[in-house]
């Protein structure tokens, strides 16, 4: 019987697939340097689009209650400022390779999560606002390059990766709502 339950055993971990853990790739900020003023990171308040999720799983984007269909469309809209709008995030001229000089966007997405949240709400706004740059990308790797972003050379998608640099900052979670 020993027998039987050892090889029993020894077939299971064989057969049996562990899953690998997932999660988000993220990548910390840099420390900031203490003889550097604060003043200087300052960022104008027209580059940052602010997402909360409250402690009952509702969204909140520039302080307004918005669904979760509508915040991919509301992210892209904002990184892109086609029309240039003084609400909407300013645009610095670069010099990137394939595209020369070129305005790009200072926008940045402020997320902030209430301690209740739920996990599957945050990883849902996390996608769609990663959703929001892909699409960005895409585009313009297919606009550029005739081609999708996923088929380009390395070279050619940190181009296009600096020519839509959007971070999403995540502040600590607190409850939102509450002073």
Same mark, same amino acid.
């Given at each position: ?42 960022? *104008? ?5 602010? /997402?909360? !999720?409250? =402690?009952?799983?509702?969204? +909140?984007?520039?302080?307004?209650? %918005? ?27 670069? *010099? ?5 000089? /070129?305005? !790009?966007? =200072?926008?940045?997405?402020? +997320?902030?999560?209430?301690?209740? %949240? ?38 050619? =998608? ?22």
């Amino acid at each position: 019987m020993a027998d039987i339950a050892f090889l029993l055993l020894i077939f299971f971990l064989a057969a049996t697939t562990m899953d690998s853990d997932t999660g988000l790739m993220r990548q910390l900020p840099a420390i900031p340097d203490p003889n550097v003023p604060q003043d200087i990171n300052k960022i *104008n308040d027209r580059n940052i689009l602010e /997402v909360k !999720v409250n =402690k009952d799983n509702l969204l +909140l984007v520039e302080g307004q209650l %918005t669904e979760f269909s509508q915040l991919r469309e509301i992210a892209h809209n904002f990184i892109l400022n086609a029309n240039d709008s003084p609400n909407m995030p300013e645009k610095e001229v670069v *010099n990137l390779p394939y595209f020369g000089d /070129v305005a !790009v966007t =200072k926008a940045v997405i402020s +997320l902030q999560n209430d301690i209740g %949240t739920k996990y599957g709400v945050y990883i849902a706004v996390q996608n769609e606002l990663i959703a929001a740059r892909a699409k960005l990308r895409d585009d313009l790797a297919r606009q550029e390059f005739g081609m999708p972003y996923e088929r380009l050379d390395e070279d050619r =998608k940190g181009a296009i990766d600096d020519f839509f640099q959007v971070p999403i900052s995540e502040a600590e979670p607190k409850r939102i709502g509450e002073n």
